[in-house]
């Protein structure tokens, strides 16, 4: 499919949750035990899954992390810390507080 054409559907929240629900259908990883990354790391919004679908090559990776291998959890584990310290800090200069802003993973 051409991505040009279905940028907007491809960015939205419901195309991510069609794609979880294809994994727990075809690869019976539970939703709650996914863990789907790409070369940059796991992809947590719309907006990370459209960013790696217009790779060149893209090549997305779906693990059970009950299953995971631990180096590659723990890689994981370490952007999604660099990651949350982004978003702490874009809060903390928008002069957002957790409790007011839970949509970005506080409160």
């Known amino acids: 499919f051409n991505l040009d054409e279905m940028e907007g559907i491809v960015k939205s929240e419901d195309f ?3 794609l979880r629900e294809n994994v727990v ?3 019976n990883v539970p939703f709650d035990h996914q863990a789907i990354c790409d ?7 719309a907006a ?3 960013r790696a679908l217009k790779a060149t090559s893209p090549c ?4 059970d992390v009950r ?3 631990q180096h590659v959890k723990d890689h ?3 952007k999604l810390t660099l990651s949350l310290a982004d ?3 874009s809060q903390r200069i928008l002069g957002a507080s957790p409790a007011k802003c839970p949509e970005l993973g506080a409160g």
Not at 39 to 45: I, Q, R, T, V, Y
Not at 60 to 63: K, L
């Open 16 to 18: 991510v949750s069609t």
């Open 25 to 27: 259908h075809y690869f």
């Open 39 to 45: 070369d940059e790391g796991m992809l947590n919004s």
């Open 48 to 50: 990370d899954f459209a």
């Open 60 to 63: 997305i990776r779906v693990y």
């Open 67 to 69: 299953e995971m291998p």
């Open 76 to 78: 994981a584990l370490q």
């Open 87 to 89: 978003v702490a800090r």
